[in-house]
Structures are given as C-alpha cells and as structure tokens.
C-alpha cells in the first residue's frame, strides 16, 4: 500500500521558469516531510523538509509548501536551472526520531530545457 | 560524496543464490538504512540498525537479514535469489536515531538472471 504518492512521472519545464511537484499522502500520522533529489548513479541528496506545524518552508530557490487537510505537499523550484533536472522524491515519517522506516513517493523526473 | 560508501556498485548473480551487500557508513554514524529500489518504485524501506542492534523492521523479506558491525559497516544478505529481487539496493546513515536527513551511498545494482 503506497502510503506516499507522486502522480506525475515527469515535468519538463524551461530554463528560469517554475517547477511545480506534488505528492500526496494517505497517513494522517505522518508529521514530518521530506525532499530528496537523485541524480543518475548516485544516491539520493537531501533537498528540503517540513515539519507538519509549518506550512511552508524555504530555502533559497526551493520552497516546500504543506497543506495537512488535503494530505498534499508540493515543491516549488525557482527559477529553474539546467542542474535541476534529476528525480525528485517525496519521503515522510511519523515523527523525526520516529526510528527510521521514511516511506517515499515513486518520484519525478524534472528536466529543464534550456 | 555523501560519505557513504557501498560495495559492490554492481552484481549479477543467478537465481538461488546468495550476496552480501556492504555499506560503511559516514564517519560518527550509528545508524544505517537499508533501502530497496526496484524498477520504477520509489525506495522501500528495508531495515534499520542502530550502534549494532536493529531498530526498525519494514518490508524486508525472509529470505534478506542485515547485521551491523562493532565498526558500524553493515551488511545486507540477500539468499535464495529470484528474478523479482533485482533492484537498487541503497544504504543510509544518520548520526541518531531518526533517519531524516540521512545520507544516502551510490547504492549497489543487483542483477539476478
């Protein structure tokens, strides 16, 4: 049972322009969301997290936004560059010292056009 | 470099068999993930160890054991191979208990044939 979902499989998007990617949940015990990014051959980098009393948090060009009663999040990337372009995955846990056990979305492709 | 080191990156093996996976964690990590990636799945969480005793159980398979070691490397033994069981496998580590902002190794492809 995918408990975290990524509906999107990819997302092209142009150099200096917006990315949007979406995940959505199903556990409503889930408290603490991440992002993570993987490029080919290497395993995935950390991105951004969130905690469920935020609603929105940044980091430079990533923004992560949380809305708890539609079970959603999404990453907001901008502007868009050409390194950008790699999967991105959606993780959550139950709590941040929740003894492990992230449960992560099936992840996007993002490619960024020049 | 996330400072996370696997081996092997890469093996082929024949149904029925068995390897063992090698993680060494970061420098001062005691915990390690095991995660399984298979094709077009998002990572599935295997298993947990902590200082050497394993925290956390998720999907992990009968016939697939890990153990962490007085040094904090850790193994994964996959056994009775099948088809099914090629995938990426990665491994994590995290100074605490939580696994959040956990780094991952390059991860090893396993290839059963």
């Known amino acids: 049972d995918q408990q975290v979902k990524q509906n999107s499989p990819s997302l092209s998007v142009q150099e200096g322009r917006i990315s949007i990617l979406n995940c959505d949940y199903t556990n409503s015990m889930f408290d603490y969301f991440l992002w993570y990014k993987k490029y080919p051959a290497e395993g995935p980098t950390f991105l951004i997290s969130i905690s469920s009393i935020k609603d929105k948090n940044e980091d430079g060009r990533f923004t992560v936004f949380l809305n708890k009663s539609a079970k959603h999040l999404s990453l907001h990337i901008v502007p868009s560059q050409p390194g950008d372009s790699a999967v991105y995955f959606c993780?959550?846990?139950?709590?941040?010292?929740?003894?492990?056990?992230?449960?992560f979305g099936a992840g996007t492709q993002v490619v960024v056009t020049p | 470099d996330s400072g996370v080191t696997q081996t092997p990156k890469h093996l082929i093996t024949a149904t029925g068999q068995r390897v063992t996976l090698r993680c060494s964690p970061r420098s001062g990590d005691l915990s390690v993930y095991w995660y399984q990636q298979s094709l077009d799945q998002g990572l599935q969480f295997l298993i947990q160890?902590?200082?050497?005793?394993?925290?956390a159980k998720g999907n992990i398979l009968e016939r697939f054991s890990a153990q962490q070691f007085p040094d904090l490397h850790s193994e994964l033994n996959l056994s009775s191979l099948e088809l099914g069981d090629s995938a990426l496998y990665f491994c994590?580590?995290?100074?605490?208990?939580?696994?959040?902002?956990?780094?991952f190794g390059q991860g090893t492809r396993l290839t059963v044939v």
């Open positions: 993780a959550a846990s139950e709590g941040t010292d929740s003894w492990g056990k992230l449960q």
């Open positions: 160890y902590y200082n050497g005793e394993e925290r």
């Open positions: 994590a580590s995290s100074g605490g208990l939580s696994n959040t902002e956990a780094f």
